[in-house]
């Protein structure tokens, strides 16, 4: 059981380019979650997907788009990068639970290290 | 709007006992409680769900006042490995499915 997985780990890209971040989870969530992390900001979102097919923006959406391709991806891509983008994101996952008005708790992937130059 | 935590840093000695506050200006469906490590993914400690239902750590504790927005983290007997950035996140009861990080409380143990 692997849990969430993000791909890359790390990536440097230039000012300008685009790229994906990939996520995965095999726990047959329904949410799916995109972070940013920069020191001393916390972790800040920047979309959200409640379920497949359905997205939502967060706190910093800004520069970024995403696809629920299915209940198991979730992607984020930067189609111009800049060098406000380089931070750490991470993908999380967790369950609603239908019925009790609740979720579970939040599976982190391990994060992708983006520094854009 | 983002959770607020305080305080922001905390030094303890092992052994000692600390207290971690988080508060929403927004009624809350549950809060989550993660400690992470410098370099590495957060890691869950607790969820806290309105109604009083509660999962986690069987070392760590947590309150949670629904009337108040208000959750708690009690560190009992600080162990060297408590070390580490401690975070709340949210959901809120307006939007059931969002899940906002306050940000974080940075915990020290020294021996």
């Known amino acids: 059981n692997a849990g969430v997985t993000q791909t890359p780990k790390f990536q440097v890209l230039k000012t300008g380019q685009s790229m994906t971040l990939q996520c995965a989870q095999d726990?047959?969530?329904?949410?799916m979650y995109w972070y940013r992390q920069d020191p001393g900001m916390g972790l800040r979102l920047i979309y959200y997907?409640?379920?497949?097919?359905?997205?939502d923006k967060g706190e910093v959406p800004n520069g970024y788009n995403v696809s629920r391709l299915n209940k198991r991806e979730f992607s984020l891509r930067l189609e111009s990068a800049a060098p406000s983008q380089t931070s750490v994101y991470f993908c999380?996952?967790?369950?609603?639970?239908?019925?009790?008005?609740?979720?579970?708790?939040?599976?982190f992937g391990q994060g992708t290290r983006l520094t854009v130059v | 709007q983002q959770p607020v935590q305080s305080p922001q840093a905390v030094i303890l000695r092992e052994g000692e006992d600390a207290v971690i506050n988080c508060s929403s200006s927004k009624a809350l469906y549950s809060v989550h409680w993660y400690r992470q490590k410098h370099g590495e993914a957060p890691v869950f400690l607790m969820i806290l769900l309105k109604g009083g239902e509660q999962k986690g750590h069987d070392k760590i504790s947590a309150s949670f006042n629904e009337k108040k927005q208000q959750s708690s983290l009690y560190l009992t007997a600080s162990q060297l490995s408590y070390s580490g950035t401690y975070f709340c996140?949210?959901?809120?009861?307006?939007?059931?499915?969002?899940?906002?990080w306050g940000l974080g409380t940075s915990l020290a143990v020294n021996p």
């Open positions: 726990m047959n969530h329904n949410s």
């Open positions: 997907s409640a379920s497949e097919g359905t997205t």
């Open positions: 999380a996952s967790s369950e609603w639970i239908t019925g009790r008005s609740r979720n579970t708790e939040a599976f």
């Open positions: 996140g949210t959901v809120d009861a307006g939007n059931n499915r969002k899940l906002i």
